[in-house]
């Protein structure tokens, strides 16, 4: 009887160990895809239509909120319907960090200048579009994702916006400048 009930609880247990590893492979493959970061980008003013007093907001978010940027206090908070959002500035860095109706926090995006690049992204950029002049980045952080850079690139003739995920470069977008 021993014998069966060991062989049973070792058989239910490199079940369950066979799916976790599955699960766990499948969450690592998604995270390092980044075909779907555009649909991402999202308009704050089409997301977001009033402003929204922090005590109107879940807990959670809050919470979060102010344990992740504790020396904010500029910081603005809109009620859109399926998400709450916060508006802030840190560092001369423009942040919209985004949570769910229970509070979960979703994605962060960051704007900044070319300065506040790191320096590995942008030496990928310069080395492959030399003739461009970096006038915004955009960084988007989410969860089970790699951090995702939508770089704005300045030309003579041209605007690009590449995407940069994982050290490869994505043409996302390319505009002729009117003359």
């Given amino acids: 009887m021993k014998k069966i009930l060991f062989t049973g609880f070792t058989g239910i247990f490199l079940a369950l160990l066979i799916s976790i590893v599955a699960n766990g492979q499948l969450a690592f493959n998604k995270a390092q895809s980044s075909k779907n970061i555009a649909s991402y980008v999202r308009s704050v003013t089409k997301d977001v239509p009033g402003a929204a007093y922090r005590n109107d907001i879940?807990?959670?978010?809050?919470?979060?909120?102010?344990?992740?940027?504790?020396?904010?206090?500029?910081?603005?908070w809109y009620d859109a319907p399926d998400r709450f959002v916060v508006m802030f500035t840190l560092n001369n860095i423009n942040y919209r960090v985004d949570y769910d109706k229970k509070g979960n926090w979703i994605e962060t995006f960051r704007t900044?200048?070319?300065?506040?690049?790191?320096?590995?992204?942008s030496n990928i950029i310069k080395?492959?579009?030399?003739?461009?002049?970096?006038?915004?980045?955009?960084?988007?952080?989410?969860?089970?994702?790699?951090?995702?850079?939508?770089?704005?690139?300045?030309?003579?003739?041209?605007?690009?916006n590449l995407k940069v995920c994982n050290g490869e470069i994505e043409e996302w977008q390319n505009f002729n400048k009117s003359e």
């Fill in 127 to 160: 080395s492959s579009y030399y003739d461009y002049t970096i006038f915004q980045v955009q960084e988007i952080e989410m969860h089970l994702y790699p951090i995702t850079y939508i770089i704005h690139l300045d030309g003579k003739t041209k605007l690009i």
């Fill in 112 to 121: 900044y200048d070319e300065t506040k690049l790191p320096p590995d992204v």
């Fill in 58 to 76: 879940n807990v959670r978010a809050v919470r979060h909120f102010l344990r992740n940027f504790n020396n904010v206090s500029n910081e603005e």
